[in-house]
């Protein structure tokens, strides 16, 4: 019988579980691109809509994985030696994290997990599983792709809205009694007719893109796979061949590639510096997409307008982390993609995964990332090992 080790993030302080403000979520079968949402042939083990990506919701999977006979371990204690997942990785035969309170498989733990067969993701972006040392320990690598997309490409809209119009420092003068409306304003603008280019129109990009052409933006775009030439002429979209010859131009600019190796500081110092004057830089991808301090840098030089997202490294970040208390920043802790409705289908899509390795059925395509050794299904379209 298997082990099970499941990462998860910690309860609300408050306690779990929560007071539910809403009775339900709206039920999503199928998404944009036609893929169908999870599901899973066994029941589900929570309600959707309930709080199950801490630590007691377990993501609903005990009972499904005890009636199979297997170990389940849930714990939010991920790092360090004295860990209680150094102490269980070992016997592991699956490891369960979610990207929001990741439990890094490095090389050196990859290669302490004797008997790990698959690391599945419950999101979406597998990088903190090092994927070119789970290729070589024929490590099957899943997420449940599509599961929280909408609910990111959402994020990255109000998180726009949030930097353009000034809106959380004019929220803060509501709450602390004031009235300056010419603070208020002074940093405050329209999106309409401004410049839009997203780095990766993937799931993510090509949902943040359909958004915003409601809004009367100009979109561009750059990614490795162009789109169809019906899809650009639907949206009125601007293919540029790089990120180099795009972001010159953009008064918004929105990352939404995965992070590997060739990715990591992308935008450093020197892309940066060629973005416009002003521009606001959105990031909900992965954090060392960028380097932090050089971002740090061009938003207190002004260079850049604001920063906003919810990425970041290490997570949980830690206290002293500048982005906390950089000026004109829009950082919330890593929430975009684990709302309650995201949690219902990557939930869902956790226990569609487990079922497929445990009857030795196929894994859906899309959710792979690494499998038989190498780049595998959305793996192969999306990342790179080197
Ligand atoms: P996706 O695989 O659908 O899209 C990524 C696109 O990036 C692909 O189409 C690929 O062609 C393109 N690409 C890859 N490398 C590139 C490069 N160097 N230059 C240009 N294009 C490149 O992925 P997605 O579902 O849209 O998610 C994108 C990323 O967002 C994920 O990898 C993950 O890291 C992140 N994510 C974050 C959250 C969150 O909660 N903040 C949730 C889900 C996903």
Known sequence: ???????????????????????????????????????????????????????????????????????????????????????????????????FWPAYLTRERIARARKLKLALTAGIGSDHVDLEAAARAHITVAEVTGSNSISVAEHVILTM?????????????????????????????????????????????????????????????????RL????????GLTFHPDAASLVGTQDFVSLQIPLYPSTMHFFDDKMLARMKRGAYLINTARAELVDRDAVVRAVKSGHIAAYGGDVWFPEPAPPAHPWRTMPFNGMTPHISGTSLSAQARYAAGTLEILESYFDGTPIREEYLIVDGGGLAGTGARSYKLM
């Not at 780095?199 to 943040?208: C, K, M, N, T």
Request: with cysteine; charged share 20%.
């Open 1 to 99: 019988m298997a082990k099970v080790l499941c990462v998860l993030y910690p309860d609300p302080v408050s306690g779990y579980p929560p007071h539910y403000v809403r009775d339900d979520v709206p039920v999503i079968t199928t998404y944009d691109n036609g893929q169908t949402a999870p599901a899973p042939k066994a029941a589900l083990g929570f309600k959707p809509g309930e709080l199950v990506g801490s630590v007691s919701g377990e993501l609903g999977l005990r009972s499904y994985l005890e009636g199979l006979g297997h170990e389940l371990i849930v714990t939010s204690d991920k790092d360090g030696p004295d860990s209680e997942f150094e102490k269980h990785l070992p016997d592991a035969e699956v490891v369960i994290s979610q990207p």
């Open 161 to 225: 809205l949030a930097l353009v119009r000034n809106y959380l420092p004019s929220h803060d003068v509501a709450v602390d009694g004031g009235w300056n409306i010419a603070d208020c304003v002074s940093r405050s603008y329209d999106m309409e007719g401004m410049q839009f280019g997203t780095i990766g129109a993937g799931r993510i990009g090509l949902a943040v893109l359909r958004r915003l052409k409601p809004f009367g933006l100009q979109l561009h775009y750059t990614q490795r796979h």
């Open 228 to 235: 169809s030439a019906d899809i650009e002429q639907e949206l």
